[in-house]
């Protein structure tokens, strides 16, 4: 099997429940902030993402919340299902004018959906 | 969003070896990244491949170590070099633009025995 999650803080909800995955990130600078899934054996995919001038965003049974107050990120899952379990990733961006856009990855989350 | 492989998916090398990763993508991309992650942890960027010019370099990687090659706006290359047991981890190609979600590629497993 992966090796990823193996040490990261552990969320377990009930199918069917609401998930919430927090964030807490570093830079008060940060302007754009995404949150992604990592299923075993594959890469980051990218799940919903928000940018500073906004405190909230809503896709298919996923909402982002963002406090620029206390630097916190937030995920909510509604109504979730065993194909959610995974690893859950935040990531902030900072951008610079006529720089590459840089991404710093939170430690992760790994959410366990059990029956 | 873009169709990112990355070859191989995963190897298994003898310390002192040197291995290159490939990542090819099905359109052009401005901006391709390379990171890794230690088993059980978050990714780290190594660096920002740049096309027609030397790659940028993070905080505690160099160019001897992780030589990168980007010689279009399709397809570039990690070099993992004289590698030891502590290279072990996840190598991942992302590609994006300034404000837009970089997308990821399924990685490439390395174990150094």
């Known amino acids: 099997g992966e090796s990823v999650g193996l040490h990261l803080p552990t969320l377990s909800v009930q199918e069917g429940d609401n998930s919430i995955i927090n964030c807490a990130y570093s830079?008060?600078?940060?302007?754009?902030f995404i949150w992604y899934k990592q299923e075993s054996g594959k890469g980051p995919q990218f799940i919903i993402d928000?940018?500073?001038?906004?405190d909230k965003r809503q896709g298919q049974r996923v909402t982002v919340l963002l406090n620029k107050t206390v630097k916190h990120l937030s995920l909510q899952i509604a109504a979730t299902q065993p194909g959610d379990s995974a690893v859950y990733f935040c990531a902030e961006n900072i951008s610079f004018t006529g720089t590459a856009s840089k991404l710093t990855f939170g430690t992760g989350t790994r959410l366990q959906v059990t029956l | 969003s873009a169709v990112i492989s990355q070859k191989p998916s995963r190897d298994i090398c003898q310390r002192g070896t040197s291995l290159t990763i490939q990542c090819q993508v099905d359109s052009q991309v401005t901006m391709m990244f390379w990171y890794r992650q230690q088993p059980g942890q978050s990714l780290t960027l190594i660096a920002t491949?740049?096309?027609?010019?030397?790659?940028?370099?993070e905080s505690g990687f160099v160019i001897d170590k992780f030589p990168i090659s980007r010689p279009n706006l399709t397809f570039s290359t990690l070099t993992v070099s004289n590698m030891s047991p502590e290279d072990s981890s996840i190598y991942l190609c992302s590609v994006g633009d300034t404000n837009q979600p970089q997308h990821f590629g399924d990685g490439t497993r390395l174990s150094i025995l």
């Open positions: 928000i940018r500073s001038n906004m």
């Open positions: 491949a740049n096309q027609g010019s030397e790659a940028t370099y």
């Open positions: 830079n008060s600078a940060s302007d754009y």
